[in-house]
Structure formats: C-alpha cells, structure tokens
C-alpha cells in the first residue's frame, strides 16, 4: 500500500542486520506471533518462503489467498474455541472471517499432505495433525475447548475481554519440539544464506536504532526564599500602646513576622545537622581506627603466645625424650653385663655399640 511502512522488508532487514554480526544457522530460522503477529508470519511465509523454515502462529493461523510460497511450509498453531477477537469458526472482524479449520486444511492441500489424524491431548485439548505432507512440512493445529484469544502456558494474567485463559499446556515447549523436528531442507537453506548475505536496507534510515536523546540541563538554582518588606510602623515606632494595638489589628504583619521567625528556625536546624553529622562521621572514623589499632594489637599477642606454647611444648618433648633413652640404655647395658653371650646389641639414640670379646 503507498504511503505506508513495508513490514516484510524491515524483518528482513532486521534478519540480515542480525546475521552480519551474529552466527545464525540459515536451516533454523523460524517466525511465532501472537494474534496480528501471528498472521504476520503467515505473510512473510508467503512472501518470502525461502527464509523462514517453518511458522507457529498462536490465536491466528491464516491461509494467505493467493499464497505466493513456493515450497511446502510446515505450521504448528494453537487456537481456543472461546476466542472473541478471532472467533474459530469465522466472522469477527473484516480481516479474518474464514474459521480456523479452513485455513489448517489450506496449508494441509498446499503441503500435498495425505493424512489427517486427531488425537486428544488433555480432557480440553485436542490435536489435528496433517502429516505424510511434501518435505515433511507436517500441519498440526491444537483446539483448546473454552479458551480464548490467549498464549496458552503463558502464566500471566490477560485482559478479561480476550476470553478465559488456559495454563495446562506447554505451548513454548510444544513449539520448540516442532521448530526443532522441521529444519529448511538442504535444498532451500543454500538460498536462504544468499538471501541472509544480501545487503539490506539501512536499519538506522528504517528507525531500528533510535537517536540518542538530547543532553539533560541540570535545573536551575531555586531562588532563596525572600520576605517582603514589613510594612512602616506607626509614629511611634510601634513599642507603645498604640504600636502594641495595631499589630494586634493587623494580622499581615503577624504573618511576615511567623514566616521570618520559621525561616530562620529551619536554617538553624539545618546547620546544626550538618555541623552534627559532620561530627559524627569524624567520630565514627577516629573510632574505627581505634578498632583496627586494638585488633591488631590482640593479633600480635595471639600470634606470640602461640609461639611460646609451641616452644614450651617442644622443649618438653624434647626432655622426655632424652629421659626415656637415657632409662632404656642403662637397662640394656646392665642386661648385657649379665648376660653370657659374647655379641649384644645395644641402641641408644640410634647408635649401635658393640662390646670387646670378653
């Protein structure tokens, strides 16, 4: 349409942009939505059939008349029954009108499949499941009894306008099940990389990288609280019973003298709290030093006593050592002297002593 943004050719543009910076597998490139953006990918699977490897739209499968792919695209779709926005047996808005089984067996006829089966997944959801298709792009459509136009699985609450939710199925994991089981055919991926390494179009010129926005001003200085003149006293200088009298009769001059009164109290307060905090800050860190004096302190004189019972206990070790084998040679000695045999052994502090032939 003139005059208006061309959507297919941004999200190309984007693709490419992203696949001249990132390593992107041209087998595994797949397009999921919800709601418009579902039949967002039904389009870019038309337009552009050799980019995208296969399509889940969620709440909005639709069947592209005239379908301009040239090869079969596999599709996996959710819908609910209780759907208000896109309604599953057809109507709503001008945009949809066909019902959701007409646009699962326009992709099934496209994809030349010869087999439907329909299998229950759960007590509200059942499966068609369009298979034996070309390039085994199979087509497989979940109806959830009394859902809405919700992501099913999503957690999240949605607005009540949309239809009831439904948490029970996995919608993300059955997704990436059949993203995983439908890579593009080894035939098409060669074109995909051509169309990925073409040069696109300027993303900054399609507004995807917004401008910078413009340097924040710091603001300007409040300007500091004025009081206004108070207005001239009586001849005479308001001290006496007249003066007293017309500030009693004037309850302006009342006001100037409370507002002055109240200015000046909140500077007093606030300088002393910033002489107070001042203080304290110096205190806390003189008290911290202190801290890290006296902790130093009690480590040297851990570390020194552990020195000394280390000592202490080596010194003892050491004497009753030297004791044991002083009391083990004598008894030895003595054991040889009485003993008849012309070889004894004797082992004292790891010595070995033999006696003369007797």
Not at 154 to 172: E, H, I, Q, R, W
Not at 235 to 260: K, L
Not at 338 to 355: D, E, I, K, L, W
Request: hydrophobic share 40%; net charge positive; aromatic share 8%.
């Amino acid at each position: 349409v003139a005059g208006r943004a061309d959507d297919v050719a941004y999200a190309v543009a984007v693709l490419r942009y992203s696949a001249s910076r990132v390593c992107i597998d041209p087998r595994m490139v797949y397009c999921s939505g919800y709601s418009r953006g579902g039949r967002f990918c039904a389009q870019l699977a038309s337009q552009v059939p050799n980019l995208f490897a296969a399509i889940a739209p969620m709440a909005s499968i639709r069947y592209p008349r005239p379908n301009n792919a040239t090869r079969p695209i596999p599709v996996m779709a959710m819908h609910g029954t209780a759907d208000p926005i896109n309604p599953y047996n057809g109507g709503g808005e001008s945009y949809w009108q066909t019902g959701v089984l007409d646009a699962f067996q326009g992709w099934a006829s496209f994809n030349r499949c010869r087999r439907n089966i329909t299998s229950r997944i759960d007590n509200r959801t059942t499966l068609l499941h369009a298979t034996q298709c070309a390039d085994n792009a199979d087509v497989m459509l979940y109806t959830v009894q009394g859902m809405g136009h919700v992501w099913p699985g999503y957690g999240m609450g949605f607005s009540k306008k949309v239809g009831p939710t439904y948490n029970a199925l996995d919608c993300d994991g059955i997704m990436l099940r059949f993203f995983a089981q439908h890579r593009m055919p080894t035939k098409y991926a060669v074109s995909t990389a051509k169309l990925l390494a073409q040069p696109g179009h300027d993303l900054t010129a399609l507004t995807l990288v917004a401008s910078p926005p413009p340097p924040i001003s710091p603001p300007p200085p409040s300007p500091a609280p004025s009081l206004a003149p108070l207005p001239p006293s009586p001849a005479s200088g308001g001290h006496g019973h007249h003066g007293g009298r017309w500030r009693r009769r004037n309850p302006q001059r009342r006001g100037f003298q409370a507002a002055a009164t109240r200015h000046t109290a909140q500077e007093v307060r606030w300088r002393s709290w910033r002489v107070s905090s001042e203080a304290t800050a110096k205190w806390l860190a003189q008290a911290r030093q202190a801290q890290l004096r006296r902790m130093a302190v009690a480590l040297g004189a851990c570390a020194a006593l552990i020195g000394v019972t280390a000592s202490v206990g080596m010194w003892v070790l050491r004497s009753r050592r030297a004791s044991s084998v002083r009391q083990l040679s004598a008894q030895t000695n003595a054991a040889a002297a009485s003993s008849s045999s012309h070889h004894v052994a004797v082992v004292a502090s790891g010595h070995c002593r033999v006696p003369p032939m007797l």
